[in-house]
């Protein structure tokens, strides 16, 4: 979009999200969490992998923030770069998730009937799959790794994704506004890009923040099966799951687990709903 | 008796911005069977009113003051089960769209029967009554009509079951909002005169809300005019349209285009002093050499449509067979109810729409068959504007970048867009503030002008305006008149002008063609049109047009 006539800025949608307690606290949480994932290296000074037989299930003290767990490894540590791992692996995947979703979508509710009716066919078929079985069938095939990952977690999201996108851009394809861009000569790319896109995409944003933590827990529960991050990578769930075994005698590996995904949660939450309400004008400024 | 009496009645909303006094001293009465019509534009309080009465305010709405009394009962004491118990027995109502008001998941008899539930008869002897009621809003096969979904029955006889099913329980009250504002001026009239006879028959009374004046002159024994929340003028319906006291009951009646009944190419606004307008003529449209090459050309065009199941459809045309020659900066009127085709005819003429047969070429290029890359420049010689005047604007666009869409669509280098949005904005009567606004904040005229801002930005030779002035208050339709006709004049555009409303179009074509079930029945100059019509579908259009209340003009 050229700037001579209006400046598409991006610091005042981010100030109406501020201003609502909600959504500032909502970026306080995921500011917090991705910043204590991104300099991890500075705020935790032990080695996430260094095992220490003698430091075994220590409580939290000023040494180990977080406590230690089986093998005497620093929690706070291995908290910080299962961050890491657990944010890129939710990040990277529904982004991918929602570009392939975005356009698979736009094609669906915009393109001809069959190819419409080929998609949704697609759509069912690997949504007729459960997670695990796809999960387990794509690592038997390649190999346990952050890859199949990734891949387990687009091919679960895309569908859902896409069908939104389609459902709200078959309703809008016979709307005057659409319509009148076709009248004035707009291409088909044009029509869906500049037209379409922004009035669909609202709904699916707010989906795919709450769908971050889902991400976490797919990523969580593969590495727990062995299917996904190789120990002795941390990862969120990985801790979980130690502290899972353990948690009569000490309960602060599953809390050391548990919190970030509970924080991550709420912040990504809030901050879906937030986005919702300050991406649609029309819920704004109302009477 | 009086059924209903409001006396001083102020409500007021509190909003973020503050304050807002919605309604301010009303007072009007509604004797025993008889039709009040409210008239008033869009935010002066009628809706406000209605919801007042039927105890639906909003949650930030309130009564500060006043009274509000049905049958000798004070309603605005009244607790929410109380009024739900006179809402639907005692006062009942009938809104504009009568898609919305059926549910459209349950038969037209179950609905019927649902409303009966305070009888202790039995269900035959409740569809009985219902199909009595059916028959009565002359829905045909009533018995039959009972086990039928509304999606089944046409918009008229949709909005005919709505009001049976107001007065089926016989209510004191009718509570009509701009019932027929949604239905063709043929259905107009049928459902008018139907109600007035329901009317008579149950004995009730009947508020009646429309911003339409000669509705309101045809139907009711009393009118109140409402402005900015307040009743500027009340009275005998005969009194307050053929003598009008307040300088705003003057300049309504003045403003519908419907009330000029000699050809003008000025019509007057609310801006303008009451009683000092003069109509402008006409001027007759130059002598062209009879070989002259016409801008638009359409010969036998066809357009069918293909619905209904795979290996079942079936052909339904919508236009058979028209032709016509349209030359540079002539006018043609495209008139007929819904159904009959304009639409699609337009459609067709700015390829919108696939002919199924016959040609239209615009100057000398067959825009039937030419490719999608030989389309583009025609899409800038031919300009649309569609009928929402809010829904043909992207909502998440600003008014800058929708005026800008056709520069940039066409990749058209070397403009300084800002200037040019400006230019053009003005052009229309919009300050450069507009520019920053999206479609939700405009309001229905200033989104119209919008339309026809974008519409001229590239000088295009053709526009084609589809019901450029449905939806829009009485005082806006002569302004938005005025800009087309000016502009028109100013850029010798030719412009096709589709309405169902004659009074409208009278002002602006040169010629009028009218259409009836996807054909032309009678195509002619506009005078000769409306002086001496041919055919009888077009008698039966101008008598359906109800003209504007006899305002001593």
């Given at each position: 979009m050229s700037a001579t006539v209006s400046k598409p800025s991006f610091w005042r949608p981010l100030r109406r999200i501020l201003a609502e307690p909600l959504g500032a606290f909502g970026i306080a949480l995921v500011v917090v969490m991705l910043g204590s994932a991104i300099f991890a290296e500075l705020l935790a000074s032990?080695?996430?992998a260094r095992i220490s037989p003698?430091?075994?299930?220590?409580?939290?003290?000023?040494?180990h923030l977080l406590g230690t767990d089986h093998l005497g490894r620093d929690l706070f540590a291995r908290v910080l770069h299962g961050g890491q791992i657990a944010l890129s692996v939710a990040l990277g995947a529904t982004l991918a998730s929602l570009v392939i979703g975005i356009v698979l979508g736009l094609i669906a509710g915009f393109g001809p009937r069959w190819l419409d009716n080929l998609l949704i066919l697609m759509f069912d078929a690997i949504k007729s799959f459960p997670t695990v079985m796809l999960a387990l069938a794509l690592v038997t095939l390649f190999g346990p790794s952050l890859t199949a990952v990734v891949v387990v977690v687009v091919l679960v999201n895309v569908p859902g994704y896409a069908r939104i996108i389609r459902t709200q851009t078959m309703a809008l394809k016979s709307a005057e506004f659409i319509t009148a861009a076709e009248s004035m000569g707009a291409s088909t790319a044009r029509i869906l890009r500049m037209h379409i896109l922004p009035n669909v995409i609202g709904p699916l944003l707010i989906l795919a923040s709450m769908d971050i933590p889902v991400v976490i827990a797919i990523e969580a529960g593969m590495s727990f099966l062995g299917l996904?991050?190789?120990?002795?990578?941390?990862?969120w769930g990985a801790i979980l799951n130690d502290g899972f075994t353990a948690i009569?005698?000490?309960?602060w590996i599953a809390v050391a687990g548990g919190l970030p995904i509970i924080l991550t949660t709420l912040g990504f939450t809030f901050l879906g709903e937030t986005l919702r309400d300050v991406f649609d004008p029309r819920l704004k400024g109302r009477g | 008796m009086t059924v209903l009496s409001i006396k001083d009645l102020s409500v007021s909303f509190a909003t973020e911005a503050g304050t807002f006094h919605?309604?301010?001293n009303v007072s009007f009465d509604v004797p025993e069977r008889s039709i009040v019509g409210i008239v008033g534009e869009s935010g002066s309080g009628k809706s406000t009113l209605i919801n007042s009465i039927l105890g639906?305010?909003?949650?930030?709405?309130?009564?500060d003051r006043g009274s509000i009394t049905f049958e000798g009962q004070?309603?605005?004491?009244?607790d929410a089960q109380a009024m739900r118990d006179l809402r639907g027995p005692r006062i009942s109502s009938v809104f504009q769209d009568p898609m919305g008001a059926?549910?459209?998941?349950?038969?037209v008899g179950r609905q019927m029967r649902n409303i009966q539930y305070?009888?202790?008869?039995s269900a035959a002897a409740k569809d009985k009554r219902s199909a009595d009621m059916l028959d009565a809003v002359r829905i045909p096969d009533p018995a039959a009509a009972?086990?039928?979904?509304?999606?089944?029955?046409s918009g008229g006889m949709k909005q005919r079951i709505a009001i049976a099913m107001a007065l089926m329980m016989r209510p004191g009250l009718l509570i009509a909002d701009?019932?027929?504002?949604?239905?063709?001026a043929t259905l107009e009239v049928v459902t008018l005169d139907l109600l007035k006879e329901l009317q008579e028959q149950v004995g009730c009374s009947v508020l009646f809300i429309s911003h339409h004046l000669g509705v309101i002159a045809k139907l009711c024994d009393e009118v109140a005019v409402m402005y900015h929340g307040e009743v500027v003028e009340r009275g005998a319906t005969d009194q307050v349209f053929g003598a009008p006291s307040h300088g705003y009951t003057r300049r309504l009646l003045e403003c519908?285009?419907?009330?000029?009944h000699v050809r003008t190419r000025r019509l007057p606004t609310m801006h303008d002093e009451p009683g000092s307008f003069t109509p402008v003529p006409v001027p007759s449209l130059p002598e062209r050499p009879a070989d002259t090459e016409p801008l638009l050309k359409i010969r036998d065009a066809e357009v069918t449509f293909r619905t209904g199941p795979m290996f079942r459809r079936k052909s339904l045309k919508g236009v058979g067979g028209v032709s016509f020659d349209l030359h540079a900066g002539e006018t043609i009127g495209l008139v007929g109810e819904?159904?009959?085709g304009k639409t699609t005819l337009a459609r067709a003429a700015a390829r919108l729409q696939a002919l199924s047969g016959g040609q239209i070429s615009f100057e000398g290029r067959p825009v039937h068959a030419l490719s999608p890359r030989a389309l583009q420049p025609l899409r800038r010689d031919i300009a649309m504007m569609f009928q929402d005047p809010i829904g043909?604007?992207?909502?998440?666009?600003k008014v800058g970048a929708l005026v800008a869409e056709p520069f940039r669509i066409h990749r058209?280098?070397?403009?300084?867009l800002r200037k040019e949005t400006e230019r053009l904005l003005s052009q229309v009567g919009?300050?450069?503030?507009?520019?920053?606004?999206?479609?939700?904040?405009?309001s229905g005229g200033q989104a119209r002008r919008v339309g026809v801002a974008r519409a001229i930005a590239l000088g295009p030779k053709l526009i084609i305006a589809d019901?450029?002035?449905?939806?829009?208050?009485v005082s806006v339709q002569g302004e938005v008149l005025n800009l087309l006709n000016d502009l028109r004049e100013r850029l010798g555009l030719a412009m096709i002008f589709i309405t169902h409303n004659l009074h409208v179009v009278r002002h602006v074509a040169d010629r009028i063609a009218v259409m009836y079930l996807g054909k032309f029945v009678e195509m002619g100059e506009t005078d000769r049109i409306f002086a001496a019509p041919e055919h009888d579908y077009t008698k039966k259009l101008l008598s359906a047009n109800l003209a504007g209340p006899g305002v001593s003009a």
């Open positions: 032990a080695d996430p003698r430091d075994r299930f220590q409580a939290p003290s000023w040494e996904g991050v190789r120990p002795p990578t941390p990862s009569r005698d000490t309960p | 919605a309604l301010k639906l305010l909003a949650d930030n709405g309130t009564i004070e309603l605005t004491r009244l059926l549910n459209p998941v349950l038969s305070r009888d202790d008869a009972l086990s039928r979904f509304p999606h089944e029955f701009e019932p027929t504002t949604a239905l063709d519908d285009p419907a009330n000029q819904s159904g009959s043909s604007l992207s909502p998440r666009m058209i280098e070397g403009v300084n919009l300050g450069p503030e507009f520019a920053d606004r999206f479609p939700h904040q405009l019901e450029p002035t449905a939806g829009l208050d």
